[in-house]
C-alpha cells in the first residue's frame, strides 16, 4: 500500500508520497485517476500558487481567512474523491 498526501507548498505539486522508500512529490499525470480529478486538483494548487508573493514571501496568503477556509474546504473533498479513485491500494492523507 502507497501513501499520498494532498497538500498545498509554494513552488511544488500537490501530492506528495511521505513513504520513506518512495518519498518526494507525485506528478498528479502519473496517477490512476480521471482526467477531470487531475484538472481539478491542478487548480486547486493553481489557486494556492496564486497567493505566493515573491517579492516578500512572509506576506504570501489568501486574502481573506474566508477564501482560505474555501480552499482547505475544496482540498478536504479532493482527498475523499481522490481515495476513491484510487482505491484499497493507496492510503490518502490531506495535510490543509
Request: include cysteine; charged fraction near 30%.
Amino acid at each position: 500500500m502507497m501513501t499520498v498526501r494532498l497538500a498545498n507548498e509554494y513552488l511544488a505539486g500537490p501530492v506528495f508520497c511521505p513513504d520513506s522508500e518512495k518519498m518526494g512529490h507525485i506528478d498528479v499525470d502519473d496517477l490512476p485517476i480521471s482526467e477531470e480529478l487531475k484538472r481539478a486538483i491542478l487548480a486547486w494548487d493553481d489557486e494556492y500558487q496564486a497567493t505566493f508573493n515573491s517579492e516578500y514571501p512572509p506576506d504570501s496568503g489568501f486574502k481573506s481567512s474566508d477564501l482560505e477556509a474555501v480552499h482547505i474546504i475544496k482540498g478536504a473533498e479532493l482527498a475523499k474523491r481522490l481515495q476513491k479513485e484510487l482505491g484499497n491500494n493507496y492510503t490518502v492523507e490531506y495535510k490543509p
